[in-house]
C-alpha cells in the first residue's frame, strides 16, 4: 500500500527560529548539517538549542559527510537525534555502526548504477538521491533527470536535488517519492531559510498529494 502523504525534510536549519517555522509549516523532519565545509554547518552545541526549539514530534536528522565516527558520537551525545544521513561515500556497515536508523544519501553521477547501489543499504530506512557536482557534496541547488530514479526505490526514496515551491509539484507527480527534501530552495540566503517559502513549499507538496490521490481514484 502506498503513501498518500508525502513526507518533507528540510535540511540545513542553521537556527532555532527557522525550525519553529517548519514545524509550524507541518514538516516532518529537519535536517542538521555537520559538515564543516558547509555554509549550513551547525555544532552539536547549536543543533542542542534548534532541536529543543522544534519539539519533540519533529525528527531531527544529523546529517554527515564521511564523518569520524567520534564525530558523530559527539552529536549523539549532545541533541535527541531521531535519525541519521550519511551524505559521503560511507559503507553500509559503517552507517550501521551506530545502530540508529539511517538515510543514505546517493548523488546522481552519470553512469550510477541507482538500483544496485541503493540494495547495498537494504538496512537503511530510505535512500536520498541527490544532484551530482563534483566537489560539492550537497545542498547544490540543483536537479537532477528524475527519469533516472527506479520505480521500485519509490517507497524508501527521499528526492532532493533543486527542489523548490514551484517544482515540487511536478516532482511528485513524476516520480511518487515517499518524502521529498528542501534546502537552497527555501532559503533567503545560504543557511537562512525562509518562513514564506517553506509555508509555500509545504502548500506545493500538499496539492501535488491532493491531485495524485484525486486522480487516483476511480
Ligand atoms: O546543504 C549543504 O550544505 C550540504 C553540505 C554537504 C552535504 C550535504 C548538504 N546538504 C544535503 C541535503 O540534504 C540537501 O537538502 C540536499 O543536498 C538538497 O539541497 P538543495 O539542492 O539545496 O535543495
Redesign the pocket.
Known amino acids: 500500500m502506498a503513501l498518500t502523504r508525502t513526507r518533507i525534510?528540510?535540511?540545513?536549519i542553521t537556527r532555532p527560529e527557522d525550525a519553529v517555522a517548519a514545524a509550524d509549516a507541518g514538516v516532518d523532519a529537519i535536517?542538521l548539517?555537520f559538515?564543516r565545509?558547509?555554509?549550513?554547518?551547525v555544532s552539536p552545541a547549536q543543533a542542542a538549542l534548534i532541536a529543543r526549539a522544534v519539539g519533540p514530534l519533529v525528527t531531527v536528522v544529523a546529517?554527515f559527510?564521511d564523518a569520524a565516527e567520534a564525530a558523530v558520537q559527539e552529536v549523539l551525545a549532545a541533541a535527541p537525534v531521531g535519525l541519521l544521513?550519511f551524505?559521503?561515500a560511507e559503507s553500509a556497515a559503517a552507517c550501521g555502526r551506530y545502530h540508529r536508523p539511517y538515510l543514505k544519501?546517493l548523488r546522481m553521477a552519470p553512469g550510477l548504477a541507482v538500483e544496485a547501489v541503493a540494495e547495498g543499504y537494504d538496512r537503511a530506512s530510505g535512500i536520498?538521491l541527490?544532484?551530482f557536482r563534483p566537489g560539492?557534496?550537497?545542498?547544490?541547488?540543483?536537479?537532477f533527470d528524475w527519469d533516472r530514479v527506479p520505480v521500485a526505490l519509490r517507497s524508501r526514496l527521499v528526492l532532493?536535488?533543486?527542489?523548490t515551491p514551484a517544482n515540487v509539484g511536478d516532482a511528485i507527480a513524476r516520480v511518487g517519492p515517499a518524502a521529498v527534501?528542501?534546502?537552497?530552495?527555501v532559503?533567503a540566503a545560504?543557511?537562512l531559510k525562509d518562513a514564506t517559502r517553506i509555508a509555500a513549499f509545504v502548500a506545493a507538496v500538499r496539492a501535488a498529494d491532493s491531485k495524485r490521490q484525486s486522480g487516483s481514484k476511480p
Open positions: 525534510k528540510v535540511c540545513g535536517g548539517v559538515h565545509d558547509s555554509p549550513r554547518a546529517l559527510v544521513q551524505h559521503g544519501a536520498l541527490d544532484s560539492v557534496p550537497g545542498g547544490t541547488g540543483e536537479a532532493a536535488g533543486g527542489l527534501d528542501v534546502s537552497g530552495g532559503e545560504p543557511g
